[in-house]
């Protein structure tokens, strides 16, 4: 029993050993990079089920939040993979961040996104465009062979045909009288993220 006990605590610790390895295989810009994207699908998936309530009969607004809710998931699971706790962001309640850009970008794309359907749709159509550019750029702070690089190019993939969606019912729905504008402040909030990170990258390689 004490030799089965020893070979059991020698296998426990060597598996501690190998994802502690692991989680210093990414660096801290993937790191953080992850911990924003984790936001980011979130707020994905707060936005639309904020619309949904306002417009029930736009099926990209009830059935693309549970995409996004899978996104999520995904991107935790990567986490734990890597021995990184979340717990802080998982335990947010719907419309909460801890990132306050994103905190921001919440209130300012739920407001856009509450005077037509089509402004809706416009913010759904750019939110997913961001996705992409931002999976993008954290997706190069993470080696190709890796499972979370996988995992970043399928969420791409799933981000371009919701951004199909929202531009089929854009092509169906009526623009206001007036012309709204584009949200490009919030593509600003997420590049500009990225961006201090791809920075601060290219800062500590000099």
Do not use: C
């Not at 607004?61 to 809710?69: A, H, T």
């Amino acid at each position: 029993m004490n030799t089965f006990k020893a070979s059991l605590i020698a296998i426990v610790t060597s598996l501690g050993l190998n994802v502690a390895a692991e989680a210093q295989s990414y660096s801290p810009e993937a790191i953080a990079s992850l911990r924003y994207m984790i936001e980011e699908e979130k707020l994905a998936g707060d936005v639309y089920r904020s619309f949904g309530n306002l417009y029930p009969t736009i099926r990209p607004f009830q059935n693309i939040p549970r995409s996004e809710d899978t996104h999520v998931a995904a991107l935790v699971g990567q986490a734990k993979a890597i021995g990184l706790d979340v717990g802080d962001l998982t335990s947010l309640a719907a419309g909460q961040y801890q990132n306050p850009s994103l905190q921001s970008l919440f209130g300012t794309l739920v407001a856009q996104g509450s005077a037509s359907s089509f402004a809706a749709l416009t913010v759904g159509k750019n939110i997913e465009i961001l996705d992409i550019a931002d999976l993008t750029a954290a997706r190069s702070f993470v080696p190709s062979g890796s499972p979370l690089y996988s995992v970043y190019g399928n969420l791409m993939n799933a981000s371009n045909n919701h951004l199909n969606a929202f531009n089929n019912w854009l092509a169906m729905t009526p623009a206001p009288p007036v012309p709204e504008p584009e949200t490009y402040v919030m593509m600003l909030t997420g590049i500009g993220i990225i961006g201090a990170v791809v920075r601060r990258r290219r800062k500590s390689g000099d």
